[in-house]
Structures are given as C-alpha cells and as structure tokens.
Nanobody, 125 residues
Framework: QVQVVESGGGLVQAGGPLRLSCSASGLTFSNYATAWFRQAPGKEREFVAGISQSGTTNYADSVKGRFTMTRDNVKNMVYLQMNSLKPEDTAVYYC???????????????????WGQGTQVTVSS
C-alpha cells in the first residue's frame, strides 16, 4: 500500500525560508514522477514544482528563482526548499507522485495518482 507523507510546514515571516519534505512507503521516488502542488483557501489546487524520473525539473512562474525541488534517491525523499517566501505563498502544500514515465514534468493534478494529506504553510507579512 502506497503512502505519501508531507512534513515541514509551519508559520514563517515574509522573506524567510522553509523546507518541505515528502516521504513515501510502498514506492521508490526515483521510479516516480513527483510534484508539489498547493491550494490556498477558495482557490484551485495549483502546480508548484515537479521532477521527472530522469531528474528534469519544472517550476510554476510564481516560484521560479525562489523554490527548489530536489530528490534524494538514497533516503527516498523529495524536498521543496522555499526561499524569499511571500504572503501569497500561504497554502496547503501537497506532494504527489505518478508511476507513469515522463521526461517532461507533468503540471496537471490529474496526472498524479498518489497524494499526501498536505502540510500547511503560512507566511505572515
């Protein structure tokens, strides 16, 4: 049984950093395309960053240059390093994975079939 778990969320001041972690049981991240999505109150869940099985990464325009997604194949972990956080980054952040091989990062939530429960990130101004 596959289980995906996010951690690392919290309250941070604008301009500060935060690192989210994603762990999984029942799957090996190096064999899965993985992504971070976020959902703010009253808004649709949106793509933030993704990494394909080959290691290709892609980012939403709103986070380019501030967020970095990495994968540790030894620890079987995925991370999202968030720097220069803004109040508009406040949302529940979700880690998602799909076994379907992809060279280019998929940005649609419909492409991912394994999801964590989410972790809250709140950025105060």
């Amino acid at each position: 049984q596959v289980q995906v778990v996010e951690s690392g969320g919290g309250l941070v001041q604008a301009g500060g950093p935060l690192r989210l972690s994603c762990s999984a049981s029942g799957l090996t991240f190096s064999n899965y395309a993985t992504a971070w999505f976020r959902q703010a109150p009253g808004k649709e869940r949106e793509f933030v960053a993704g990494i394909s099985q080959s290691g290709t990464t892609n980012y939403a325009d709103s986070v380019k240059g501030r967020f970095t997604m990495t994968r540790d194949n030894v620890k079987n972990m995925v991370y999202l390093q968030m720097n220069s956080l803004k109040p508009e980054d406040t949302a529940v952040y979700y880690c998602a994975a799909t076994r379907t091989y992809t060279f280019a990062v998929k940005i649609s939530r419909n492409e991912y079939n394994y999801w964590g429960q989410g972790t809250q990130v709140t950025v105060s101004s």
